[in-house]
């Protein structure tokens, strides 16, 4: 039963956070790429302890190199310097394409989709932009790229293009992970994630002047909110401003590992697990100086982030995982949906 999963054993790990009662472990991945049986295994339980615990860890060895995830971070920096009428003519259009740019101002992650949600909150926009890259070759949903623009808008649908499918094979093999984890065969979600119906992000919180949070103590750079898919690869740069509800509802910092990924579970992956698995509230704050560094600025600098959010194929209709329940002991607590639905409905609401 993938309710009693036993909690011993688990692979070697250390700790990145651990405050309020929340914990996130890093866990080292090479294991499960390179190791035995028992190596996979063990690295498995710990992937979903921690988001049986958490719904968030750190991933180290995790097979995607420094090298490039700092292309990738500069070829993002570069994108967002472009000239707004520029960016503006690459942008987003409907919640079904999900594809293109998106202004400061135009998405509203402070749950919109939360009726119980602070008015304060939900009229908060949030203070950041970001391109939104889907699979290529999906029939009238063409990925926004600025190829036409310049050699730069060349290079950057290579590297993003290839950087996405590298996220997308990590994808795969984390779920593995958590198949193995639950119990269940090492392949049981390969054909639920073949397909590659996911969403990488580019993330720049523009420098902003301190009084816009003095004078609005609601203002976030980014709302709380879940995430709506499977899992999400988050990858950070050193600014920081990652936080994360701890079971007492207070806000953590998920401070920046170099070279690891924070990857966290998402709403429908809760909802495959039929809540075994944590999809836990975040957010993203200004951070205070690092010791040693100048407080004195009227303006917090830059941030960037790449999240890669990682979803079942559109197609697949989404019910409780076997052995997540057992008939009237142990009730699936929601319907079947179809994962391209739920994912529509959810971005529908935060446009």
């Known amino acids: 039963m993938t309710g009693n999963l036993p909690q011993q054993e688990c692979h070697p790990e250390t700790t990145a956070v651990n405050k309020d009662d929340l914990v ?17 295994h063990a690295v498995a339980l710990s992937i979903i ?49 999900n594809r293109g740019y998106v202004k400061t101002g135009q998405e509203k992650l402070s749950t919109l989709d939360d009726p119980s949600a602070p008015e304060t909150l939900r009229a908060v926009p949030d203070l950041k932009e970001t391109m939104e890259i889907g699979r290529d070759g ?39 992970a958590i198949a193995l984890g639950m119990n269940l065969p090492e392949h049981h979600f390969d054909s639920y994630v073949d397909g590659g119906d996911n969403t990488l992000r580019l993330l720049h919180y523009p420098a902003v002047s301190k009084d816009v949070f003095k004078k609005n103590p609601s203002q976030v750079r980014a709302g709380e909110h879940s995430d709506y898919g499977s899992i999400t690869l988050l990858f950070q740069d050193g600014r920081g401003g990652l936080q994360v509800r701890s079971p007492k509802g207070t806000f953590v910092d998920a401070t920046p590992i170099a070279d690891t990924i924070v990857v966290n579970a998402g709403d429908l992956l809760a909802r495959w697990s039929n809540d075994l698995i944590k999809s836990t509230r975040h957010r993203v704050v200004e951070p205070p100086a690092p010791i ?37 002991i142990k009730l699936a607590k929601y319907p079947g949906i179809v994962a391209g639905d739920y994912l529509v409905q959810r971005l529908a609401a935060t446009f």
């Open 24 to 40: 996130i472990p890093i866990i080292d991945f090479a294991p499960f790429l390179n190791g035995t049986p028992a190596d996979k």
């Open 49 to 97: 302890n921690a988001f049986k615990s958490s719904g968030f860890l750190y991933l180290k060895d995790h097979g995607i190199p420094p090298s490039v995830a700092s292309r990738v971070f500069g070829s993002s920096a570069r994108f967002f310097a472009r000239p707004q009428d520029q960016k503006d003519g690459l942008c987003w259009t409907t919640p079904q394409s």
């Open 138 to 176: 999906v029939d009238g949903l063409p990925n926004r790229w600025p190829d036409h623009l310049d050699d730069e808008g060349k290079d950057f649908r290579e590297s993003m293009t290839s950087f996405f499918n590298m996220c997308k094979t990590l994808h795969t093999e984390v779920m593995r």
């Open 292 to 328: 040693g560094e100048d407080d004195s600025a009227d303006t917090y600098p830059d941030r960037y982030s790449i999240a890669y959010f990682c979803n079942p194929n559109m197609d697949k209709l989404i019910e409780a995982i076997p052995g997540t329940y057992d008939g009237d």
